[in-house]
Nanobody, 124 residues
Framework: QVQLVESGGGLVQAGGSLRLSCAAS????????MGWFRQAPGKERELVGC????????DYADSAKGRFTISRDNAKNTMYLQMNTLLPEDTAVYYC?????????????????WGQGTQVTVSS
């Protein structure tokens, strides 16, 4: 199995930036599509963005487009989420996840491996 650990969350003022990291262990990491999700209190978990196995293709939720960037370094077994121009509505627990397939996938049900999450709080 792929094991994932998020880091980099914290408290930031609106307009600020954070960079989240997802450290993965497992021999199949480079063949997995990956995704970042978030869940605010009382709300469903939602897709932030995803990236294919090679990092050549990405997709983002409308709320993240133009502000967030997903990248991965397969040599380091690490995925990143650079978040700029943060808004209070970005406040949530952020999770990284790995799918069983290599291509882009958006549905939560397609992701088999999950980290424990890291809290991001954006103050207004």
């Amino acid at each position: 199995q792929v094991q994932l650990v998020e880091s980099g969350g914290g408290l930031v003022q609106a307009g600020g930036s954070l960079r989240l990291s997802c450290a993965a262990s497992g021999r199949t990491f480079s063949t997995n599509a990956m995704g970042w999700f978030r869940q605010a209190p009382g709300k469903e978990r939602e897709l932030v963005g995803c990236i294919n196995w090679s990092g050549e293709r990405t997709d983002y939720a409308d709320s993240a487009k133009g502000r967030f960037t997903i990248s991965r370094d397969n040599a380091k077994n690490t995925m990143y989420l650079q978040m700029n121009t943060l808004l209070p509505e970005d406040t949530a627990v952020y999770y990284c996840a790995a799918a069983r397939v290599a291509n882009l996938v958006q549905a939560i049900a397609m992701y088999a491996y999950w980290g424990q999450g890291t809290q991001v709080t954006v103050s207004s």
